[in-house]
């Protein structure tokens, strides 16, 4: 459970907000322990959003191609494209009609090109979130790296010595 | 000139109200729009129509929420165009119920600017008009949504809130209440979580009425009854359904102890004012407009996190000095938001457009 200060903002200053909050943490507190003793899960909705951080490690290319995954992941969406034609007499009707056939496919079109736009943003979250990971291993690498190259050189100095 | 001219909601109350308005000061106003609600069939016109009064001294206000074929076709038009601004929802949260209006809000968004130049704009609130300040606009006034309480409170008289009142008053139970579309920016699956935990937790003897029509969002409507009987809240979660003033809506937020809303996109929410005319807490998370609206009344949420929610519920539906306090801000924002404030606005605003 986070930390309850900053969650809520009430203007009036006749409100005591810290005694309040402080009540809400203790219930929360309880609450919890109560569910834990009778093997219930009290979190059980609570979640969070994977975030987009940039990027040190990952070359330059690699961060061009994550970001125009979202650029891209949108453009799936169908138009309506129909044009006004002149026919004597009939005109007016058979545009109606046109449009409306026109517009009824778009829309079971565009129905299924919005799931399509779910599963692109879902699959390049997931994209971004394995280059984080990744960008976090090869932080460590580093660091594990330059301490080797640390004790290589203090093992060195020992030998000559 | 709009869109889509819906039965019950901000821009189709605020077209009407506008309209009685101008004719009450001595212009001839009309409303014409690309589709409408079947119930308002006789109050307007389909916008081909007003090729016949088309003049460039006619001042046409165009209503802007959303893409359509009407903004191409106003913007055609030699009429001294006014772009009255009400925020246009981020595709991003509908793409995934109704590709079609996704479609329609990409094209809006993408297409805003280039009314910079071809007509003069105003907005339906003060966070609507930032944005548009931010794109370049000069905008010539906030028209803020004259809030129909006179009709809210005629609703109270009729048939409808009889009925909701002899059904759901005097129970003894806590509820929760939200009014609005069920659509997914406005994040009702959140409220729908927060009040597991108070239910399951806090206080057994509670009920949350969603009051709000889910036309063109069906698979959002079958992705929130799923998550209420995944919860096991079948019971206790009562979706209303569509009540306009005229149905009865009042008596919700008679019956109500705590307004809630967790929206993510709003430019001005007109239930969080109608809950604080009817003397209801409001609890609301603070995203885009909200805060503005609030202006300090209510309860601000910086965090989802649903337990927490649910204990600040709570509190507000417990604690009497909290709700006393609450509802004594909520007053004094009430009385900036009066209707007669906003006929007033609008007055001044129609005078600034008029000398142009």
């Given amino acids: 459970m986070t930390d309850t200060e900053s969650a809520v903002e009430i203007s009036d200053p006749a409100i005591d907000i810290d005694e309040m909050m402080r009540r809400i943490s203790e219930r929360l507190r309880t609450r919890q322990a109560q569910a834990a003793a009778q093997g219930l899960d009290y979190d059980y909705l609570t979640n969070t959003r994977p975030t987009l951080l940039a990027s040190r490690h990952l070359s330059k290319e690699t961060l061009e191609w994550l970001s125009q995954l979202f650029l891209v992941s949108d453009e799936v969406l169908t138009q309506v494209a129909m044009r006004d034609r002149r026919f004597p007499l009939f005109n007016r009707l058979l545009f109606r009609f046109e449009m409306l056939l026109h517009r009824l496919v778009v829309k079971y079109v565009n129905l299924y090109a919005g799931r399509q736009i779910v599963f692109n943003r879902t699959a390049s979250r997931a994209v971004v979130c394995l280059a984080w990971e990744l960008e976090r291993a090869v932080a460590r690498i580093e660091s594990l790296e330059n301490q080797l190259a640390e004790l290589r050189q203090q093992t060195s100095k020992s030998e000559q010595a | ?273 109608e809950a604080m005319y009817y003397a209801l807490p409001v609890m609301a998370f603070a995203s885009t407009g909200v805060p503005i609206t609030l202006n300090g009344a209510g309860v601000l949420l910086k965090r989802k996190e649903y337990p927490l929610v649910a204990e600040i519920a709570h509190e507000i539906t417990t604690n009497h000095a909290l709700r006393s306090g609450l509802l004594k801000a909520q007053d004094r924002r009430l009385a900036d938001l009066a209707p007669s404030t906003a006929r007033a606005q609008f007055h001044a605003c129609l005078a600034t457009l008029a000398q142009h």
């Fill in chain 2, 1 to 273: 000139m709009l869109p889509y001219f819906a039965y019950g909601d901000a821009i189709g109350n605020q077209a009407i109200e506008i309209r009685r308005l101008l004719r009450e000061w001595g212009y001839r106003s009309e409303i014409f729009a690309e589709n409408w609600d079947r119930r308002l069939k006789q109050e307007c016109r389909p916008y081909r129509e007003y090729d016949r009064y088309s003049h460039s001294d006619n001042l046409l206000f165009v209503h802007y929420s959303t893409g359509a074929e009407v903004n191409q076709y106003a913007k055609g038009l030699n009429d001294q165009i006014v772009l009255y601004y009400h925020n246009i929802t981020p595709a991003d949260y509908i793409y995934w119920v109704n590709g079609e209006l996704a479609r329609q809000l990409v094209e809006a968004r993408k297409q805003l600017t280039s009314w910079l130049g071809r007509a003069r704009a105003i907005a339906a609130s003060w966070y609507n008009a930032q944005e548009l300040k931010a794109l370049g606009f000069e905008v010539a006034g906030v028209v803020p949504y004259i809030l129909p309480f006179e009709s809210l409170d005629a609703g109270l008289k009729g048939k409808g809130a009889s009925q909701i009142l002899r059904h759901y008053a005097d129970s003894g139970m806590t509820d929760w209440l939200y009014v609005g579309r069920l659509v997914p920016n406005k994040c009702i699956q959140h409220i729908i979580k927060s009040f597991y935990y108070y239910h399951t937790w806090i206080n057994p003897a509670s009920r949350l009425f969603l009051v709000g029509g889910s036309e063109g969002m069906e698979d959002y409507f079958v992705f929130l009854k799923n998550l209420v009987n995944a919860l096991a809240l079948a019971e206790a979660v009562i979706f209303a359904g569509h009540y306009g003033a005229a149905e009865g809506l009042a008596a919700f937020y008679q019956i109500a102890d705590l307004y809630i809303s967790m929206s993510e996109h709003e430019g001005f929410c007109i239930p969080l004012i």
